[in-house]
């Protein structure tokens, strides 16, 4: 079953706006990743919070991980329409197979001009 | 300069024919990766190849198999393609198997 689930699946906000994209999962992890991926092209990587760590920050991005509630959250700030695209949430355990990344089913932004 | 590609990027081939999407890192990574991502963007692992220690999804059917020729290559051979393949598949790499993970563009299969 997916590990990794986000919320909302999609998101429509103006530019200027702050988004917040919130990812849950369900068993033990090592790390926890987000990804963006536009329209028809590959994924890439925006930030990676290990189990240890609260609070990350890269530029206008804020990640959040809460291991007691096993949820982590995106926060991108003063939006703009090139952030439109879809974010996933991946996550990573330490036993065997669990190892791989996990991704959730993504959440669509949609940031207006 | 591309760190991680994939070729061909677009690939349409009738059911029952055998086909091999390729991949090649440039970054010095020891892990290789590939993905299904279905028409509902949902990204699943495949197969996971790490100094020699293949991890495979346990619902991946065995008409996929990959085969690693050196650390820099992971190339994806499907025999007897069938219609529920068609997706687009990624490959990536990271320099651990718990590390980030850089993808190439995708490779749109489309099954006729």
């Known amino acids: 079953s997916q590990q990794g689930e986000e919320d909302p699946q999609a998101l429509s906000i103006q530019e200027g706006e702050n988004a917040t994209m919130n990812c849950s999962y369900k068993t033990s992890i090592n790390n926890l990743q987000w990804y963006r991926q536009n329209s028809g092209r590959g994924l890439v990587h925006l930030i990676l919070?290990?189990?240890?760590?609260r609070e990350k920050h890269s530029g206008r991005l804020r990640v959040t991980l809460d291991t007691s509630k096993k949820s982590s959250s995106l926060l991108i700030t003063a939006s703009r329409a090139a952030d439109t695209a879809s974010y996933f949430c991946?996550?990573?355990?330490?036993?065997?197979?669990?190892?791989?990344?996990?991704f959730g089913s993504g959440t669509q932004l949609t940031v207006l001009p | 300069d591309t760190a991680v590609s994939q070729t061909p990027k677009y690939l349409v081939t009738q059911m029952g024919n055998d086909k091999s999407i390729k991949c090649e890192q440039n970054?010095?990574?020891?892990?290789m990766y590939w993905y299904k991502q279905d028409s509902k963007k949902f990204l699943k692992i495949m197969f996971s190849y790490n100094n020699k220690e293949l991890i495979i999804n346990e619902t991946v059917p065995n008409r996929f198999s990959p085969k690693s020729p050196d650390k820099a290559h992971l190339n994806l051979h499907i025999n007897s393609l069938e219609l529920g393949d068609s997706a687009v598949y990624f490959c990536?790499?990271?320099?651990?198997?718990?590390?980030?993970?850089?993808f190439g563009p995708g490779t749109r299969l489309l099954v006729l």
């Open positions: 990536a790499s990271s320099r651990g198997l718990q590390e980030t993970q850089y």
């Open positions: 919070i290990r189990s240890n760590e």
């Open positions: 991946a996550t990573v355990g330490n036993l065997g197979s669990a190892r791989q990344l996990t």
């Open positions: 970054l010095g990574h020891d892990t």
